[in-house]
């Protein structure tokens, strides 16, 4: 592996280089990008790739990359400008990408912009609100994860958190109705550290959750999008999320290409169940289009 940087429009982006397991570059290579997740996320999975080049990177302000617009906050916008300039750098034509979580997002925004520097976006989990039907009550129960991150730190607020995203179904007056769970209840100690910077459970990536996809672009574009759902997700936030980020994309009146799969998170289950990845970026690859990825639970 080889680390490489490049300066982009207010900031500094690292960003990492995995050869094929015989050291060849092979071209296109396969980008990973997360968000708030960083390069050192990815390399599990970019190992399970070694018949492949794989590049993955540090989103602005994280890990290793350095920014200097004077900002703090996340802007898918601004995010898929910085992965542009990583796949100019690396490649001479269209890149696959697996994007997970915030990086989804920055991938989606990054195909209705610049749709010929991808071929095949596998989309894994975009924490889009705005698309949901209970889009407001799920905006709150974003705000009710901050609200505890603020008031009483880290382990409160990932409390928080998880509950959130693990709350199957529609976030009602059930969910709002029940008190936010002590950490212990995760196995996490509940002491505060002062700090209130962590970019998952502040407000810096307000814009990544509150993004809207572009679903004429993405209609449009000859980039294939695959939106992928974790085996375990089916009807939580992110399940849901992603469930109703495919559907208004997909060509009109056209159904899936094919019988839906879902596909396990990054991390280990995807160590354990990497094919379904790489089948799904290898059947994008000759089709065209937006469709959802479900696997057996």
């Known amino acids: ?22 050291g060849s570059i ?79 997002v920055t991938a989606l925004a990054l195909v209705e912009r610049h749709p010929d520097a991808v071929s095949t976006l596998v989309a894994h989990e975009p924490p889009l609100v705005r698309v949901l039907p209970d889009a407001e009550q799920a905006e709150r129960a974003l705000l009710r994860v901050r609200e505890a991150y603020l008031a009483r730190g880290r382990w409160h607020g990932m409390a928080a958190f998880l509950a959130m995203t693990a709350w199957q179904g529609p ?35 307000a814009a990544v959750t509150t993004y809207l996809p572009d679903a004429p672009a993405l209609q449009a574009a000859a980039t294939r999008v695959v939106v992928a759902v974790g085996a375990e997700s089916a009807g939580t936030f992110t399940g849901r999320t992603s469930e109703a980020t495919a559907e208004p994309a997909r060509p009109a009146g056209d159904g899936l290409p094919q019988p839906p799969r879902r596909v396990p998170r ?18 994008g690859a000759r089709r065209r289009g937006v469709a959802v990825r479900r696997g057996r639970r």
Not at 1 to 22: K, Q
Not at 53 to 70: A, E, M, N
Not at 266 to 283: E, F, I, M, Q
Request: aromatic fraction near 6%.
């Open 1 to 22: 592996m080889s680390e490489h940087s490049i300066e982009t429009d207010g900031a500094t982006i690292t960003y990492d280089v995995h050869p094929a397991r015989d």
């Open 26 to 104: 092979r071209r296109p290579p396969l980008v990973m990008v997360g968000q708030p997740m960083t390069a050192e996320g990815f390399g599990a999975l970019a190992a399970r790739f070694g018949e492949r080049t794989v590049v993955t990177y540090d989103p602005r302000g994280l890990g290793r990359s350095r920014r200097h617009d004077g900002r703090m906050t996340q802007d898918p916008v601004v995010q898929a400008g910085d992965v542009l300039a990583v796949i100019g750098a690396v490649a001479d034509g269209p890149v696959e990408v697996f994007a997970s979580s915030g990086g989804a």
């Open 171 to 205: 976030f009602d007056e059930r969910f709002a109705g029940q008190p936010v769970p002590d950490p212990s209840a995760f196995g996490m100690p509940g002491d505060d550290d002062g700090a209130r910077d962590d970019e998952l459970l502040s407000d810096r990536g």
């Open 266 to 283: 990054p991390g280990d289950r995807l160590r354990r169940r990497p094919r379904r990845v790489r089948r799904a970026a290898a059947r």
